[in-house]
């Protein structure tokens, strides 16, 4: 295995399902009509994903992109690439970007670039986590944010270290 271990637990399983209850509530209160496609990012979303849907109280599609930015460096080599991309339409839609965490913003640049191309009718970003970094570099501010990170390099919920770690229940930093 990947030889790294957790050093301490972040935020906890009930703080994060209380926080997600939240978050879905404001969404449902954003989007009163429209059609609402629900896009995750894949991996790292998935459980988030997951888990914020359900809290919605609206009608929603679910659909995934994949866009490959560190592969199993900790450092973000600026390339992103769309590997998997949604054949839904997304003319005339909410779209909603689910993602894990921001860091560097590089990911979710080149993303809002490529599906506002599309013309959805409104497009806007829903993250787990913000380290803040990219916060002067980000095309637009993330509409909805569950907790600040720390600047530390976190696993768990979806989020992986060389693909490990995704399934805790929890967010944890690595241990150096
Ligand atoms: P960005 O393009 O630099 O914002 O990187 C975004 C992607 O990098 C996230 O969707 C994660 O997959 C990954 N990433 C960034 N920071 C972390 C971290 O602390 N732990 C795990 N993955 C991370
Ligand atoms: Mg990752």
Redesign the pocket.
């Known amino acids: 295995m990947g030889g790294r271990r957790i050093a301490r637990i972040v935020f906890q399983p009930e703080e994060i399902a209380r926080r997600v209850g939240e978050l879905g509530a404001e969404i449902g209160r954003t989007y009163p009509d429209g059609e609402l496609l629900v896009l995750g990012l894949l ?2 979303s998935f459980v988030f994903l997951g888990d914020l849907v359900r809290r919605i109280p609206r009608p929603l599609q679910v659909d995934f992109l994949v866009a490959t930015s ?1 592969g199993d460096a900790k450092v973000s080599s600026g390339q992103v690439r769309l590997v998997y991309d949604p054949e839904t339409r997304l003319e005339g839609k909410h779209i909603l970007l689910v993602e894990d965490i921001i860091d560097s913003g590089r990911t979710l640049n080149r993303l809002l670039e490529l599906l506002g191309a599309r013309h959805p009718k409104s497009l806007e970003i829903c993250a787990l986590l913000d380290k803040h970094l990219a916060d002067g570099v980000l095309r637009q501010r993330p509409k909805f944010i569950g907790f600040d990170a720390p600047l530390e390099f976190l696993v768990g919920y979806g ?2 270290h060389a693909e490990d770690f995704r399934h805790l229940p929890f967010v944890a930093s690595l241990a150096e």
């Open positions: 991996k790292g560190y989020l992986d």
